[in-house]
């Protein structure tokens, strides 16, 4: 046995038990005069800065500036310090009122909210659960298992849309897992490995992100050709794959010992699931039939020409309907 491994021996604690998902708390600054100095460094820096041209310009660096500023370092709501400034620029002039509301009729934003939508729908459900949970029981090693995690959770950028609602649901599956291997080395390995896939995954879907959405935006805004669902999926499944298995075989490289690869698993047991309810069985099967049915509607829209944001307020209304329905029109207005 290597010296490597001896220390991982040595270095092993008790399993760690998967808790509740628990929101981070809000960041405090630690000096409470932080703010001030950041409003007048802002203002400063938009008063001074060469090439801006005119008041507006001034004003929008000094406003952006102070906003990102407060979201650093105070506890204010982030919504309420973004309307703040909106409301700033548009009472001093800088903005138009109708520039404001423009963005709301745009299907790119409305492709966004729908998207947030799906995500909360399919979080309700115990596909995402239940996909994890095969690949584990699927592993015999430890580099198995890591394989293995590293593909589920590349698929599961098709089934949530959302990369803080991926993070999350990894949480109670990371924290089973490491409870299950009960070796602190390979927990830092594994926190590692689900967070960078998360992200290097997302590239492979138009919804995976946000900012892929703002990016076709600023595309068809320019003129250039706007990529569709399927365009992007050419081209971001291939890179999403080789970026996510160079980061996985990375981490077991540079974490891990070859014993500590090769070491045999068990978690079939661990990741047993009760079975499921009627209920949520009706619940898994719409919201997979309805998901199969939205790729096939984005995949084929240059053939209907049913833009994508229809596409997702179709399948929002389908998922709050009265008969069977996933999410209520609080959550989904939460979502």
């Not at 009122?97 to 729908?121: D, I």
């Not at 430890?142 to 990369?163: C, D, H, K, R, Y």
């Not at 971001?236 to 540079?254: D, H, N, Q, V």
Request: include cysteine; aromatic fraction near 6%; charge should be positive.
């Amino acid at each position: 046995m290597s010296s490597r491994t001896g220390a991982a021996d040595a270095t092993s604690a008790a399993p760690v038990t998967a808790g509740p998902i628990t929101a981070r708390p809000r960041p405090t600054p630690s000096w409470p005069w932080v703010p001030g100095f950041v409003v007048l460094g802002a203002v400063a820096i938009a008063a001074l800065a060469p090439g801006v041209p005119g008041f507006a310009g001034r004003l929008t660096l000094g406003v952006f500036l102070v906003a990102a500023g407060t979201w650093a370092t105070t506890s204010i709501d982030e919504t309420r310090v973004a309307l703040g400034a909106v409301a700033t620029l548009v009472i001093a002039g800088a903005v138009a009122p109708a520039a404001v509301v423009r963005p709301v009729g745009e299907p790119t934003v409305w492709l966004l909210v729908g998207a947030f939508v799906l995500a909360a729908a399919v979080g309700r459900t115990t596909i995402p659960d239940r996909l994890l949970s095969a690949a584990a029981r699927r592993a015999r090693t430890v580099g198995g298992l890591f394989w293995l995690l590293t593909l589920a959770v590349g698929a599961t950028a098709f089934v949530i849309p959302s990369t803080s609602g991926r993070a999350a649901l990894l949480v109670p599956v990371y924290g089973a897992t490491s409870a299950a291997l009960g070796d602190r080395r390979i927990s830092r390995a594994l926190s590692l490995l689900l967070p960078v896939v998360v992200l290097l995954t997302a590239v492979a879907s138009l919804l995976g992100a946000g900012a892929h959405l703002v990016t076709v935006e600023l595309l068809a805004a320019q003129g250039a050709r706007a990529p569709g669902f399927v365009d992007w999926a050419v081209l971001g499944i291939p890179t999403a794959g080789l970026s996510a298995a160079l980061a996985c075989a990375a981490i077991l490289r540079l974490f891990l010992t070859p014993e500590e690869r090769h070491r045999p698993l068990d978690l079939s047991t661990v990741t047993e699931r009760t079975p499921r309810a009627p209920a949520e069985r009706a619940a898994d099967r719409r919201v997979l039939v309805l998901l199969g049915a939205l790729v096939a509607a984005w995949a084929s829209e240059p053939w209907h020409g049913v833009p994508a944001g229809v596409s997702v307020l179709v399948a929002v209304g389908v998922l709050v309907l009265p008969r069977g329905r996933v999410l209520t029109g609080r959550d989904a207005g939460a979502g």
